[in-house]
């Protein structure tokens, strides 16, 4: 399942795994809490090997998707669970002031709702003081609505604590949003760690590229700083020489009416989303799709011939260009 | 690759294997044992044993008394069900619970109730009803229940669409209940079937007090009045033979049924059938079963009670007593075996924990008398020292009950999901740390029921406490039957009274709690 994957956290930081759901990247997470032996590797906390350790003699804290608390315990008794000594009931409050549950110390899990659940499965997991917190899919079964003020008191509380956290999810926004660096998983594989500026704007693979954002990607004649493609030449990132793949966002991309200059087209679809607008534009010669993204007020309809103009920068990538290279989601 | 942790630590495991050996042990060794006494016999006896037109003459009578039961309780159980669950009678719940509380009747306290209030001298003007009539009567308005229940959860599982397709394909009710809803029925009746069909093979109580002869009443026979224990041996291993076809023949009924069933699961209810006026017949024979099986009983044996000498008091606390203290240590010891086991079961699924838990149920479904037998033998030969104790009645009536126990403590299990204990284990907790803090909390509910359930059981039961108890160790089981099998009816009612009334409330409060009902 896992193959050959070198992940470093340091101290303090936030790091999202994200990856398509079966790539791994939960199992990856058992591991690291020694809920599941893996047949080669090493885990390393602070320079000690854990590979062989228990759960229980890790100090490593897990928020679990379904937050799987306690039934039988109150959200007090639940926080209190991996404490010891004298003032454990006390510190357990203060963890629950932390996320905000006082209120709620003393009602049982199933009388408290899904995003109070959340908050006490996390004082739960941090009231120990763990040197790491684990948290799988943390805000998956959390309403739409509820989800982005929920990630925004929870990194918080991780900053305060200063707490390490190592965050899996399959929500590119989610991974985006919360992350101080990101790791993109596939298929058991690690393809890229970075800040989630330079995984957006500098993917390494075609998948990378694909599964953060919508993106173009067209293949190319690397020219030094600029690559010869369907669209004209196209400003690069870094340089390079020679047939390349391009990743080229759409908001690197403007229409225009087809007297302006650039590759001709017709718009075929149109998707607007209030504070922005994409297109999906048929090119003339050659025949492909492009996507095209383009503020509010841009006039053009279904149907229009406009002409594709190149605005922003593209990123060369590795490895081999996809069978169809389309514009996607 | 990875593997769960569980398996990778098999030091975390080993205080819940070894139980679960012992378990499949404490089943399996006797009968070998069994075997072992039976082969003892020389070749020439052997051929006399085994053609004996004793034997056939027991099997058809056996065999007679298993088919009358089963067609009886059908007769009862199947509108019974239908009128609990498909009509429009008030009090459905109640009904239900009040047509499942006969099955808190041992039967040998039906047998003796029966001896007791027909004939000469009795209540009921009646000739005494003893042999096959009597066993039968008395079986089967006590095992109904089982069937009943079984019977009730399919009834409340239908799809009513069956029986609405079948309507609008031109059926009249009756017939569109009958081809397109009771075959839905059948696998529910056939686990009904299996469970009486146990309990009437297993039966040695009523037959020996009716005086049919069966299996049990001739092995306990051979082994209490002819003492030849090479023959009991032998008979108690055909009864094995024919509880273990019965077995097969379910599971291969079943396997065929359930395979050609489609779709499952009701969407929505039934409209409940009007009786109109006939709904005083339908409460009368709602009512029916529970007065001839429950209340009839209470009442024949307040009214036999009160003749009952001041001076035997004493006894009755004294069987009270020994009932108690065999049957609460067998209770505790059936639950022990019965959480790990149910923990291998459900957490490390395999072929061998399957087979440990087919085992614990083994012991449940071999006929008691046959089960006490081999264990005679068993400990006659390797534990000669306990053989006549009361630790050994304990451990047999807890290997005996274990199963009745793994039922509701293997159901709690399910509702612990392992994220639980995983949980625990990321907050610092051991293995069995995670086990006393999250699992059994979440368990003992179930636990409590499990050992509820072995307890009564242990205090009703009667004929591995008549091979097995020490000498003179009387309980309140034993004393209904020696009393009964003399005629000193009024001796014996207080005694039967108190367990007929201990166990009621038992299985009353079970089934209420667990909303069965």
């Known amino acids: 399942m896992l193959k050959g994957i070198d992940l470093a956290v340091y101290p303090g930081e936030i790091l999202a795994l994200l990856g398509p759901s079966g790539c791994g990247k939960t199992t990856l997470l058992r591991v690291i809490a020694g809920l599941e032996s893996p047949d080669g590797g090493r885990v390393v906390l602070e320079g000690q090997d854990i590979t062989h350790l228990p759960p229980e003699r890790r100090g490593i804290g897990f928020v679990f998707q379904d937050y799987a608390l306690f039934p039988h315990l109150t959200a007090l008794g639940n926080v209190a669970f991996g404490l010891k000594g004298k003032d454990r009931l006390l510190r357990a409050q203060k963890a629950l002031e932390r996320v905000g549950m006082t209120l709620f110390q003393h009602r049982k899990p199933q009388e408290l709702s899904g995003g109070q659940q959340q908050r006490v499965a996390l004082a739960r997991a941090l009231a120990p003081g763990p040197k790491l917190v684990l948290l799988d899919e943390p805000f998956s079964s959390l309403d739409a609505s509820l989800r982005a003020a929920t990630r925004e008191e929870v990194r918080k509380v991780l900053k305060e604590t200063g707490t390490t956290a190592l965050l899996v999810t399959h929500d590119q926004e989610e991974a985006l949003s919360f992350a101080d660096r990101l790791g993109v998983m596939r298929d058991g594989k690690l393809l890229q760690v970075d800040t989630p500026e330079a995984v957006y704007l500098r993917p390494k693979t075609p998948f990378v590229a694909q599964f953060l954002g919508r993106t173009n990607l067209l293949s190319g004649e690397g020219k030094g700083r600029y690559a010869e493609t369907c669209l004209g030449p196209v400003a690069l990132a870094e340089p390079a020489h020679g047939p390349l793949l391009l990743s080229l966002r759409p908001e690197a991309l403007r229409l225009a009416p087809p007297e302006a200059g650039g590759a001709l087209g017709r718009v075929v679809a149109r998707e607007f989303k209030g504070h922005d607008l994409t297109y999906r534009v048929r090119l003339l010669a050659p025949e492909r799709e492009v996507l095209v993204q383009e503020g509010p007020e841009s006039p053009f309809r279904v149907g229009d011939v406009v002409a594709v103009q190149v605005v922003g920068e593209g990123v060369a990538l590795e490895g081999q260009s996809p069978k169809a290279p389309v514009g996607t989601d | ?517």
């Open chain 2, 1 to 517: 690759m990875v593997r769960p942790r569980g398996l990778h630590h098999l030091p975390g495991l080993l205080p819940f294997l070894v139980p679960a050996l012992l378990t499949g042990g404490g089943v399996a060794l006797p009968l070998v044992y069994l075997v072992l006494r039976a082969l003892e016999a020389e070749p020439g006896a052997l051929r006399e044993i085994l053609l004996r037109p004793k034997n056939l003459e027991l099997l058809l009578n056996t065999l007679a008394l298993l088919l009358g039961v089963l067609a009886l309780t059908t007769l009862l159980a199947l509108p019974l069900a239908f009128l609990t669950t498909r009509t429009n009678l008030k009090g459905k719940r109640l009904l239900s619970l009040l047509l499942t509380l006969p099955l808190a009747i041992p039967g040998y306290v039906g047998a003796y109730v029966l001896l007791a209030a027909t004939g000469p001298g009795g209540i009921l003007p009646l000739p005494r009803l003893e042999g096959y009539v009597g066993a039968l009567f008395v079986l089967s308005f006590i095992t109904y229940p089982y069937l009943f229940l079984s019977l009730r959860a399919a009834f409340l599982g239908l799809d009513p669409a069956l029986e609405e397709a079948a309507r609008t394909l031109g059926m009249g009710p009756w017939r569109a209940f009958f081809r397109a809803a009771f075959p839905q029925l059948l696998p529910a009746l056939l686990s009904g079937y299996l469970v009486v069909g146990l309990h009437v093979l297993g039966d040695f109580g009523t037959v020996s007090l009716l005086r049919y002869e069966t299996f049990s009443y001739a092995i306990y026979l051979q082994y209490s009045a002819a003492f030849d224990r090479v023959y009991a041996a032998w008979l108690a291993l055909l009864l094995l033979l024919l509880t273990g076809g019965l077995l097969w023949l379910e599971g291969l009924l079943l396997r065929r049924l359930t395979l050609a069933r489609t779709g499952k699961g009701a969407s929505r209810r039934h409209k409940p059938l009007r009786l109109g006026p006939f709904a005083p017949l339908g409460y009368a024979l709602v009512l029916f079963p529970p007065s001839v099986a429950l209340a009839f009983p209470l009442y024949a044996l307040f009214h036999l009670a009160r003749r009952f000498p001041q001076e035997g008091l004493s006894g009755l606390w004294e069987a009270l007593g020994h009932s108690a203290l065999a049957a609460a240590p067998a209770a505790f010891l059936a639950v022990g075996m019965a959480l790990p086991l149910a923990y291998l079961a459900v957490r490390l699924p395999s072929p061998a924990s399957r087979f440990l838990e087919r085992l614990a149920y083994l012991g449940y479904a071999i006929p008691p008398l046959a089960f006490a037998l081999a264990w005679i033998f068993f400990s006659l030969r390797s534990l000669p020292f306990l053989y006549g104790t009361l630790p050994l009645l304990v451990l047999v009536l807890a290997f005996h009950f274990l199963a009745e126990s793994l039922g509701p403590v293997r159901g709690a299990l399910f509702q612990v999901p392992r994220r639980l204990e995983e949980a625990a284990r990321t907050l610092g907790e051991t293995p069995t740390g995670a086990f006393f803090r999250v699992t059994f909390p979440l368990l003992w509910r179930g636990a409590v029921a499990g050992g509820a359930l072995a307890f009564i059981g242990a205090v009703k039961e009667l004929p591995i406490t008549l091979l097995l108890a020490p000498m003179g160790y009387a309980t309140l089981a034993t004393r209904v039957f020696s009393y009964t099998q003399e005629a000193m009816f009024a001796e014996a009612a207080p005694f039967a009274l108190l367990i007929a009334l201990l166990s009621a409330a038992f299985v009353g409060v079970l089934l209420w709690t667990e909303r069965r009902f």
